[in-house]
């Protein structure tokens, strides 16, 4: 397949690991991948904080940019992200059509129809579950809000990692519960996303992993300060990042503050 990267704001600023394993796992699996130079913001934050006209060119760039997608030129666009794949999907040809732009709500239609959150394109669209991936450490999994509630991913991540080898995958307790980032909501309602944040970092410590992962960056971002400013010694790894993992080119794990509160395993 020919399949189009959108690598999210938030990856390619700042946390560039999770598309470059996109990219990596893809092609290790024998696909070729594309990066469209002119891709930038979905247009999200935008429209989560009600700048639903000012989100009109940032859908509009996003979605002529991915356009090739709806006319068979790729086979389809995947994006590391939950919540991007959400707004792709959900928001970007209701912004256009409130605008009046009725022809470009068709065309981000189109686009979304061949959108694909992570473990979507792995699992519904490749077939896949076991992508050869060998990652030899304990790890815990976070469904993110969005991924969950908005996308229905549903056991599909856990399904991929469950295949892994060497790992040790253990279950977070109230997994479902959201971590309290819920991008400007994190600066807007501070002291209950704090809050939100103390109960899953808890929640991930129990578990004695070595190793969070998900599959937003901006949730990994969130929950990993937290666990950093408590020296809790748990790493934080995007979900492509595993699953690029090889005997032959393992991803390394970061490094992580020694001082750490032990959990009987």
Known sequence: ???????????????????????????RLGHEVVFPRAQACCGQMHVNTGYFAEAVPVVRNHVVTFAPVADGEWDAVVIPSGSCTG??????AMVCRRAGLDDLAATAEAVAAKTYELSELLVDVLGLTDVGAW?????????????????HVG???????????????????EAESCCGFGGTFALKNADTSAAMLADKTAHVRATGADVLTAGDMSCLMHIGGGLSRQRAGVRTLHLAEILASTRDEPTPVPAGHAVRTEVAR
């Open 155 to 173: 056991d599909r991540p856990l399904r991929l990692l469950r295949a892994v080898a060497g790992i040790d995958l253990v279950e977070l307790p």
């Open 87 to 92: 707004s792709v999907r959900h928001q970007q």
């Open 135 to 151: 990652f030899p450490h304990r790890v815990t999994y976070h469904p993110t809000c969005h991924s969950l509630r908005m996308l």
């Open 1 to 27: 397949m020919r399949i189009a990267l959108a690598a999210t704001c938030i990856a390619d600023t700042m946390f560039p690991g999770a598309p470059r394993a996109t990219v990596r796992l893809l092609e």
